[in-house]
């Protein structure tokens, strides 16, 4: 426990808003971060530490930092609404809480200011949100968990529950369209036009069952319950009865270390590799679904496995003392200037990384998850 918190210690201490040290694709670009789901993610775990430790030092570190970057009249220094990146819509979550914490209304302004994106959102035929406006027509499992959660928490304290249909509606897509029913688990992605080069021009779909998409893709259906009005029955069902699905499903292909493969159903396949930030995802998701009574009890085990599995496995101490956590795809995506194809190839391509805010963070809340109902680390 002590070593999981010396490292969440030193990665606030060696990071400024400007220039987190877990935001590794902006500290290889050499650019300055901006408002991103990265930080987003390393945000939402800060706030989970001190939900469940009531360490101040943990709310001064993340009312901080993006304090910085929200103005008073709720813009957001690096964040572009007309943007339209699905994205960037993640961090939101964090002024929700923020706001209930600290009462400060240029957050709730913020929160305003994000939501206008969501309202102009371009969409595909289907009625499900673009991934971005750089990529039309196109569904991300990513982008599930990036808007969702946020949409449903402005529509249930602010916006009178007026668009839960919607909600509904684009998760009941994703769930007809995206699962493959022979094995309960999820395409990457969908292009509801058949233009991307990448996808299946009968079914629309990619190639490959990506681990951190279908990581995202739970904390989308777990999030999103969770945000949703207890009495709204229709909807947490939907919701539930999917992420149990899935649960299901990728329970069976744990590695007996805890971890889960990159390419999740090819395991054993050469170069495919047990990645730390899906496996940390899904420990969070096993272990705060079956907290809220939506999984088996006995599903708790497999997520105490994962969680033990990359503390075991990934995190590491080098020779300096330093605390590291390994084994983190960087980036993995569809299309975009460097053309990627989506093939099985191209997931084992991608680098590989230490301390990216993307294994980090559900790492992090794993971790909390594990502090809730008191399981050891080891």
């Not at 299946?200 to 279908?214: C, E, F, H, M, P």
Request: aromatic content about 14%; charged content about 25%; glycine content about 8%.
């Amino acid at each position: 426990m002590d070593v999981i918190e010396n490292y969440i210690e030193m990665i606030m201490r060696k990071s400024t808003p400007e220039y987190p040290i877990w935001n590794i694709e902006k500290i290889r670009e050499g650019k300055k971060a901006t408002w991103d789901y990265i930080d987003g993610c390393m945000i939402k775990a800060v706030l989970e530490m001190y939900s469940i430790t009531g360490d101040k030092k943990y709310l001064e570190f993340a009312d901080g930092f993006v304090d910085f970057k929200v103005n008073d009249d709720g813009s957001i220094t690096g964040y572009n609404a007309d943007e339209l990146n699905i994205d960037n819509v993640n961090a939101g979550k964090t002024l929700f809480e923020l706001y209930d914490l600290t009462g400060k209304e240029k957050y709730r302004k913020a929160m305003d200011n994000i939501y206008s994106q969501i309202q102009k959102m371009p969409r595909t035929a289907e009625g499900n949100f673009w991934h971005k406006k750089i990529y039309p027509n196109q569904v991300w499992l990513d982008g599930m968990y990036m808007g969702q959660p946020f949409y449903m928490e402005y529509d249930t304290r602010f916006g009178g529950k007026a668009h839960y249909e919607d909600i509904k509606n684009q998760f009941a897509n994703v769930i007809r369209i995206m699962k493959n029913p022979l094995n309960g688990l999820y395409y990457h992605a969908y292009d509801s036009s058949r233009e991307a080069f990448w996808c299946d021009k009968v079914t629309g779909l990619s190639q490959n069952i990506w681990l951190r998409a279908i990581g995202w893709y739970s904390m989308a259906l777990l999030d999103t319950y969770e945000k949703a009005d207890p009495e709204e029955n229709e909807i947490r069902k939907l919701l539930s009865d999917a992420f149990k699905d899935l649960c299901s499903s990728m329970i069976k292909y744990q590695h007996e270390s805890g971890l889960w493969y990159q390419v999740v159903n090819f395991g054993g396949m050469e170069r495919n590799y047990l990645e730390t930030s899906g496996s940390s995802i899904m420990a969070y998701a096993l272990l705060k679904g079956t907290r809220l009574g939506l999984l088996p009890e006995e599903y708790r085990e497999y997520g105490i496995k994962a969680f033990r599995g990359v503390t075991r496995d990934r995190l590491t101490v080098d020779e300096k003392g330093d605390i590291h956590l390994d084994g983190i795809c960087l980036v993995a995506g569809l299309g975009g200037n460097n053309n990627r194809p989506g093939t099985y190839d191209y997931y084992m391509s991608e680098p590989v990384v230490k301390d990216d805010a993307k294994g980090v963070g559900p790492y992090l809340i794993a971790y909390t998850e594990m502090r809730r109902i008191g399981a050891a680390i080891d």
